[in-house]
Structure formats: C-alpha cells, structure tokens
C-alpha cells in the first residue's frame, strides 16, 4: 500500500469523527491489509504476539485506541519484551479507511 499522509492522533480521532460512519466488514479486511492480524488477534483470529484485541473497544476510548497504533512506544507494556510494534501503520490509510477500521476495532464480532 502506498503512503497516503503521516497521521498524528489529533488528526486521525477527528478524521474519524468527520468521517461517515465506517464499513465493519471493510475494516477488518484492512485489519489484515495493514498487517495488523499479523500479530494480534480479534476473536480468535490473528496472530498472538501483540495484545488480543478483541475487547479492546471496550476497555479504552477510540482516542486512545488510536494513539496506541500511532505511537506504539508510548505506554507499551514490558509483557511483550522485545516485540515492538512498527510506527506508521496507519499512514498507507485515507480518512473513510481509518474510519472503517475503527469500525471493525470498535465492533469485532
């Protein structure tokens, strides 16, 4: 996927917000377009060495959710020892992508 813009989270949660609601099913194909399902899973599928996020929508609001993708060193648990997550996943997305995958993030199953 080419870049499409450099994200920050400002940017990105009122994308999100201006955006039309996001397509659930679009979004999980770009779970795993941008390489997300590589290392954490979403009710049972995925990779397992990052977090499971199944739940996570429920445990953390949309603007943290993506500050975690954006800055992924932020607030990273020490649980996951050398396994980082790479900065910019986000950046090959436009505003209606990111919105449906909020979506998918927000409403997995």
Do not use: K
């Not at 979004?27 to 390489?35: E, H, K, M, P, R």
């Not at 009710?43 to 603007?63: I, K, M, V």
Request: charged share 25%; proline share 4%; net charge negative.
């Amino acid at each position: 996927r080419d870049h499409v813009r450099t994200w920050t989270t400002t940017e990105a949660a009122q994308a999100v917000e201006a955006a039309a609601a996001g397509d659930r099913a679009r979004g999980q194909a770009l779970f795993t377009a941008v390489s997300c399902a590589s290392c954490h899973r979403i009710a049972g599928q995925g990779g397992a060495l990052g977090p499971d996020l199944s739940g996570a929508a429920r445990r953390f609001s949309r603007h943290d959710l993506l500050q975690a993708i954006i800055e992924p060193d932020r607030d990273r648990s020490d649980q996951y020892g050398l396994v980082r997550m790479p900065t910019g996943l986000l950046d090959t997305l436009d505003a209606d992508e990111l919105a449906d995958l909020m979506a998918f993030l927000e409403n997995p199953e």
